[in-house]
Structure formats: C-alpha cells, structure tokens
C-alpha cells in the first residue's frame, strides 16, 4: 500500500461537511476524527481529551504499514484506513469504549467515507479527462490558428516548440528535422545554454533509437553524459510517406516525471507539426519550380532574340526557317549574318550538350561567329579565328557543330566550311537529285590548333539548299524509329518546286505525322534557301 501522490484527503472530502457529519455521529463516550496518512487531523469531533487528541498523530506510522483493508487497533484507538483506488490517503479513527464491545457506527461510516471518496475521486478523475480533452482541444486550435497555416519552414519549429511548452511544463527543448530521413538537425531550441546543449546530446542518443522512430516515449534512463535531466519526452514527427525528424522536450532531476497525458498532447501537436512541416517544403518546392519556370522563360525569351525574326529578303532568292528548343532553351541556333561586301552569311550550330549550359554556350558561339567572320574576307579564315576563340572560353569539354556559309546572290555562289555538322542537303534541279554538303573539318571549340578547308558551290535556277540540326533525322515515333535521312529526302523530292516555306511546312508536317505525341528529345532547326527559277 502506497501514499496517495497527488491524492490527499482535502482534494477529495469537505472539511467543513466531514467535522459535520461527525459531530452528528458522534456519542458522547465515542470520539470521531480522519486523519491524513501524515497524521495531521482533518476533521474531528469536540468531545476529545487533549491528550487522546495528541496521540492521533502517533498513527501515521500504525496507517501507512498496513495493507489498508485491516482495522488497527492500538493504544485504544480503532484505525479505519481510507483508500482512493489503492492509494491510501488517511484513516477514519474511533476512541472510547461501547457497552456491546463492537462498533457497527464506526464501520458503516467507515463504509461511507469510502463511498464519498470513491465518488470524489471518480468525479476528479472525469474532470481530469474532461480538461485533458480541452487542452487537446485547445491546443488543436491554437496549432490549426498558427503553424496550420505557416509555409515557412524556418518558422515552424520554433512555433512548435512555443505551443508544446505552453501546455507542456519543460526546462529545455528542440526540433529536429532532417532531408529523407537522414542528416538530422536542430532547428530550433529553447532552455538555458547548458540545458539545451545536453539535451542536444540526448537527441543524437534519441535519434539512434529504430524503436523511436514512429512512436513517442518517455524516457528516464539516459545515457550518462546527459546528467541535467531526469526525463525526456520524445514525438516523432513522421507522416505517411517518410519520417521528418521530431519533438524532445526535457526536465531536469528532481522535478515530476513526464505523463501519458503529456505524451498524448505533444503527439497530437507533433502529428500536426508534420503536416505544416510537409506542407511548408511542398510550398517551397512549388516556389522554387516556379522560380526555375520563370528564370527558364526569360533565358527562352534572349535565346530567342538571338534567333532571327525575319528571313533576308534578296530578289531571285527565297528563305525560310524554323527553330524549336526540346527545352525551353536549347543548343541549336541559326544566323543570317549580313556583310559589307554584299554577300550573305548562313549560319547553323549544335552545341554539343542541352539545356542552360548549352544554351549559354551557343549564345557564346553566335556572337564569336559574327564577329570572327565579318572581319574575315573567307569563311574559313572566319571559322579557324572562331575556333581559337570558343577553345579558349570552352569549359567542361563543350564544342559544337557548325556549318558556315557565305552567299554572294550576285555571283549565285556559296562557299561553305562544314565543322563536323550533319551535311546540308543541296537539290540540283536539273539533275531532280540531292547532294550532300559534305564535312571540311572537325566540330568547334575542340582544338585551338585547328586549320579549316573551305568549298563552294554554283546554285542553278531552281536550285535549293536545306540546313538542318540532327534533331531533324533523330527525331522518334512510338516504336522508336528514327525518322532519318532517307525520310527527309524523300520530303524534300516530294516539294522541291515548292517555296522554301511550303517546303519547311511539309517537312514540320511530316515530322509531326512521324513523331505522334512523343514529345521532341533534341532540339530541331531549319533553314531552306532556294535560288528562284526565274531569276
């Protein structure tokens, strides 16, 4: 039998109604009184001789040995434990003699304090529960009133520990969190300096503990390195996908050790925190997607500015074009580059990766493209000082492919260097067949040492050239079939009296009957140019 903790007769009977019923019990040679397991009276008739009165508190000892179901009888007082539960919390106690030598008075009114206590504490124990339930409750709203609505992530654990120590006592405490599992780290914490570095101690012990890592505990036996505490309260904050970390609160030795009421609380705060603590990352990683889109969208919008709007308008000649990022930047590009000397430079690249770095590295390509070659009378003089140039600038083994030419419509000639680009496509009209432009050196920006070969041809009435990046023959369809070369003749024979624009849409047409849904893996860039036939 143990002393009530927290159970004490004054939480469970009246005084004033006890010395009441007492004194309305009491026979003028019987004396009534309940003491406390301490011995000190709580309730007691007039009739008692100060020295019977004194000896009361030589009880305590006779009380808390017993195993509360026996009467005690000694010195001539008749001790009656009283028990909440098996808690013994004080003693009804008779003295003086009876003519019948037994007391049925004293026994049912043993039998009725028990009674009141049972309901008293009955009562205590509902309204226990009933604010046990409010603080719940009240901490549910608190919680859906600040960290439900949070998406900072930086803010949330230091809410989460302010709202857990408002309704849960603690000397220190932390939040830990971590990235999928793993590198757990403190976010937030509170206590004296040297509380919370030796609670940071217990987390690391805490966290290396499988059993905790989808249920709370209270814990009491600690490492012993963590001497400030007598008891840590652990919450794990896990949702159904992964576990994110959890809640340590701590209290040092000496004071009450944590409850299952306390454990209820911080799990359903914990599981609350989990929830804003995932929501807040998905908001996060939204805005970050977001912030790629737009950052994306803009490096679209200059890429696309460095792509011709217009195609050149020279009379006997006739161009069209078309360029398509897979991305929403890309490495391919083309360039209509206009000289003093009245001849036109073409030009069409592939940068040897994709996306941002590709992009960034054809943007590289163009302007060193222009300026190398307008300051040079021949395109392969231009090619070779580009080349010295992008092997300099060049970073992480990018080059690129290049075909570059210069159109002089006066003379109907086009002299050409191929850097390693797939050959453009040259119908001679009066033959009705397809020539390919075939490689004069090696792709851009690979050796600084580089010397490039130049070609010309004689374009006849009727004559067209197409330019085109590998996006064109490698595009795929369901079956994974290559569109290829022999498709795109094939095309070109089939519109080569078109325009160069009816040309570039039936091409585009085709590619897209080929293809189907399957989005494009490369980037696709055109250029048809075409000396008119009456001209």
Known sequence: MKAGENITLPRLLERREMTSLLQALAAPDIRLALIRIDGDIFAITDNWAPADRTGLADLSGLMNASNGSQTIHANGYRVYPLLAGTNLVGALVGHGPSPRGDFPLEHALHQTLQTLIAQSQGKREMASEALERYREIN?????????????????????????????????????????????????????????????????????????????????????????????????????????????????????????????????SLARQAAVAVENSRLHQAVLERERLKRELQLAHDVQASLIPREVPQIAGWDFAAHWQPAREVG????????????????????????????ALFMALTRSTLRASTLAAPKPAQGLIRANRLLCADSTGGMFVTLFYSQLDPAAHKMVYVNAGHNPPLLYRAAKKNLVELTRTGIMVGFDDTYRYQQRSVQLQRGDFVLFYTDGVTESINAQEEQFGEERLQRVLLDHCTESPAEILRALKQALGDFTGDIPPFDDVTIVVVKRLAGR
């Open 331 to 358: 490495g391919d590009y083309y360039d209509f580059i206009e000289r003093d000397d009245g001849q036109l430079g073409l030009a069409i690249a592939d940068v040897s990766d994709k996306g941002m770095h590709a």
């Open 139 to 267: 901490l549910m709203y608190r919680v859906s009133e600040t960290i439900g609505v949070s998406l900072d992530p930086d803010a949330i654990p230091q809410m989460v520990l302010e709202e857990g120590n408002h309704v849960i006592h603690a000397d220190a405490g932390l939040v830990l969190l971590s990235q999928a599992g793993v590198n757990s780290e403190i976010k937030s914490s509170f206590g004296a300096p040297e509380h919370a570095a030796a609670l940071a101690d217990v987390a690391r012990f805490v966290s290396e503990m499988p059993a905790l890592v989808d249920r709370p505990a209270i814990l009491t036996e600690l490492p012993t390195d963590a001497p400030p505490f007598g008891a840590v309260l652990w919450a794990p904050l896990k949702t159904k996908e992964q576990a994110l970390g959890g809640v340590l609160l701590g209290r040092l030795q000496g004071q009450e050790v944590f409850t299952a009421s306390d454990e209820k609380l911080l799990m």
